[in-house]
């Protein structure tokens, strides 16, 4: 599986050369102009690493930080002009893996990519076995089904863990929603719905034949492992 990066920047010139030297590498890129439109494409990609500005037209890098946390856990390594100390230990401690101030060198932007993917790659992996048919690595975020890992959102993710974390019961969407989401909103609740086709559809991609997901009309839904 190819490395993906996302390069979050809204100056045209630095995300087309910050793109060029990663492609050289063997990246694969997406460059986005504004977080928002990151934001977007988080909700149906999972990058290997984010490359996020931190003075962007549409806002703070550190504010829509908070929200790819909602969305990904892939690691972050923050681009910008602030060198004040105060910034580089704010964006540290809200959780960033890195921090490159620019100008900075493009061998030294390579080298903290690869540094932060082998630091994650690296990582003791405790995978919970399910059943037979899932398996969860809970460090990484990733479910595998039948062996093979399920390319899912953060929300996907808290859903599917939650159903696997007791087997056969029925959860209600308000239970799902407290559950997959860091802010729930209860008039949002039909979201799960939406959420759960597309995991049924990636289920599916795997072992066409099967769904172990089972709804119950008018309360929620369980899943049968084994199924």
């Known amino acids: 599986m190819s490395t993906r990066i996302f390069i979050v920047e809204d100056e045209p010139s630095i995300a087309q050369t910050v793109q060029f030297a990663l492609?050289?590498?063997?990246?694969?890129?997406e460059h986005f102009p504004t977080g928002t439109a990151c934001l977007a494409a988080l909700k149906h990609s999972v990058p290997s690493l984010i490359l996020?500005?931190?003075g962007l037209a549409d806002g703070s890098g550190f504010e829509f930080f908070r929200h790819i946390r909602q969305l990904s856990e892939a690691p972050v390594i923050y681009m910008t002009a602030r060198d004040a100390e105060i910034d580089r230990v704010a964006g540290l401690e809200m959780g960033a893996?890195?921090?490159?101030?620019?100008p900075f060198s493009l061998r030294e932007l390579v080298a903290?990519?690869?540094a932060v993917l082998r630091r994650v790659e690296s990582s003791p992996v405790p995978t919970t076995s399910m059943s037979d048919i899932f398996q969860i690595d809970t460090v990484r975020r990733q479910i595998h089904y039948h062996a093979q890992p399920l390319d899912l959102t953060l929300h996907e993710y808290r859903l599917l863990e939650t159903l696997l974390s007791h087997p056969e019961r029925v959860f209600t969407r308000g239970q799902l929603l407290e559950r997959g989401w860091d802010n729930p909103d209860h008039r949002l609740e039909r979201t799960i719905d939406s959420h759960?086709?597309?995991l049924r559809n990636k289920l599916r991609e795997i072992k066409p034949d099967t769904d172990?997901?089972?709804t119950h009309r008018g309360v929620g839904y369980s899943l049968i492992p084994d199924a």
Do not use: H, N, W
């Open 52 to 54: 996020l500005d931190i």
């Open 196 to 198: 759960i086709k597309s």
């Open 97 to 102: 893996d890195d921090y490159i101030v620019k």
């Open 212 to 214: 172990p997901i089972c």
């Open 23 to 29: 492609d050289a590498e063997g990246f694969v890129t």
């Open 112 to 114: 903290r990519v690869r």
